[in-house]
């Protein structure tokens, strides 16, 4: 359900449908239930995929990570 909020965001705010063909021919949605661990894996998987697919073409924003800017702390945990 959370990807299905993810596709709907950026449908939102890029004012056009994201195509996640894989997915819909699965024919599986996370209301059924009725199917198997097994193919709401896939369908999650193929979801992810094609989201994934979709930000990195149209979104070409990206994270600088600096070294220097994490804690020389780290939490243990006994």
Same mark, same amino acid.
């Given at each position: ?31 059924? #239930? &009725?199917? @198997?661990?097994?193919?709401?894996? +896939? ?6 995929? $094609?989201? !994934?697919?979709? #930000? &990195?073409? @149209?979104?070409?924003?990206?994270? +600088? ?6 804690? $020389?702390? !780290?939490?243990?945990?006994?």
């Amino acid at each position: 359900m959370l990807l299905l909020q993810v596709k709907k965001y950026y449908e939102t705010i890029d004012n056009e449908e994201i195509t996640t063909a894989k997915y819909d021919k699965l024919k599986i949605s996370p209301v059924h #239930i &009725h199917k @198997n661990k097994i193919c709401h894996k +896939e369908a999650i998987l193929a979801l992810g995929e $094609e989201l !994934v697919n979709y #930000i &990195h073409a @149209n979104h070409s924003q990206t994270v +600088e990570y600096s070294a220097g800017s994490a804690s $020389e702390e !780290v939490a243990v945990e006994n």
